[in-house]
């Protein structure tokens, strides 16, 4: 079964894509001009993830076959919360989820995607428009301190430690982490 997503990406290769991400590199073999723009850099930390997704002007997200239509990915938030403008796949739970905060570009067809990408580098504007509301949504609907909040709320215990908010603790050393895989 073809991915619908490659072609969706293949029909964007003229206006700048870049490719970052798992398995993307194995469409090589396939469509070597769209693999050609597979960045291989790996991603492993907050800040690298954050630098990346901060040095992209729009941020493709189209939905895996299997959530066609309803599901959205989870790296959505993080590209709202982000300075790239968030172009999705049609989702109807992302709709409903961000209705009266933000309007999401969503399309539904590869050429759609394209037309989309188009319109918002030409109009800058309304692209960081965008990208304001969705950060707004995040910072007060999608930060973990509002999930932690209402599972307090819901449990009737106490989950953050009000001396060490707003800190990073990392659990794990990522030189240790990185040799794992």
């Not at 398995?23 to 993830?49: K, Q």
């Not at 002007?57 to 982000?82: C, E, T």
Request: hydrophobic share 40%; charged share 20%; with cysteine.
């Amino acid at each position: 079964l073809f991915d619908y997503r490659i072609l969706t990406l293949a029909n964007l290769i003229d206006l700048g894509l870049q490719i970052n991400g798992h398995r993307w590199n194995l469409v090589t073999p396939l469509l070597p001009y769209l693999g050609a723009l597979y960045d291989t850099t790996t991603i492993w930390t907050l800040s690298e993830n954050e630098q990346y997704l901060n040095s992209s002007i729009i941020s493709l997200n189209p939905i895996h076959p299997q959530a066609k239509g309803s599901g959205f990915s989870w790296r959505v938030y993080d590209i709202m919360a982000s300075n790239a403008c968030l172009v999705c796949e049609y989702s109807s739970d992302l709709i409903t989820l961000t209705q009266n905060h933000v309007d999401i570009p969503m399309f539904k067809t590869p050429w759609e995607a394209r037309e989309l990408v188009k319109e918002l580098l030409k109009d800058d504007s309304a692209r960081k428009q965008i990208v304001s509301a969705s950060q707004k949504f995040i910072d007060f609907y999608g930060r973990w301190i509002h999930r932690f909040s209402e599972i307090e709320r819901i449990l009737n215990i106490s989950i953050i430690n009000q001396d060490k908010k707003g800190q990073i603790v990392y659990l794990k050393d990522d030189v240790a982490f990185k040799n794992l895989l």
